[in-house]
């Protein structure tokens, strides 16, 4: 079907684009969606999350596009793009930027849990190929 992969490609590019936006300039993409003014400094670790969960979205489009026998593992590698990033976005914003809530530390471990967890999933997968 030609459609699928015109679908993932269009999607890799518009979450790409739109996860890129959040994560380096996260105020304008507020302003730019919600009409909001500038906004609060503890929302910008939020927003670039928001862009890296997109961002790992379209690599996981990506590389899905051509609907190979490989999907699988594509899905995962976004999936390990995704975690490491979260991880250290929200470990970088607790430790250099001092805005760490009662569950930031618990959800930066999770995210390397889930992360070694994609890397474990993806070399029993190559081992099996």
């Known amino acids: 079907?030609?459609?699928?992969?015109?679908?993932?490609t269009t999607t890799a590019v518009l979450e790409f684009g739109t996860g890129a936006a959040l994560f380096f300039v996260p105020?304008?993409?507020?302003?730019?969606?919600?009409?909001a003014a500038e906004s609060a400094a503890a929302a910008m670790p939020?927003?670039?999350a928001v862009?890296?969960?997109l961002i790992a979205l379209g690599t996981a489009a990506w590389l899905r596009r051509d609907d190979g026998a490989l999907a699988r593992s594509d899905l995962l590698s976004g999936m390990l793009v995704y975690n490491v990033a979260?991880?250290?976005t929200?470990?970088?914003?607790?430790?250099l930027r001092g805005q760490s809530g009662?569950?930031?530390w618990p959800v930066v471990a999770?995210?390397?849990a889930m992360a070694i967890w994609c890397v474990l999933c993806i070399r029993a997968r190559n081992t099996r190929a």
């Open 51 to 53: 862009g890296l969960g």
């Open 90 to 95: 929200l470990a970088v914003a607790g430790k």
């Open 102 to 104: 009662v569950m930031l």
């Open 86 to 88: 979260i991880g250290i």
């Open 27 to 35: 105020g304008t993409v507020i302003q730019l969606l919600l009409g």
């Open 46 to 48: 939020v927003a670039r």
């Open 1 to 8: 079907m030609r459609s699928r992969p015109a679908l993932f």
């Open 110 to 112: 999770l995210h390397g």
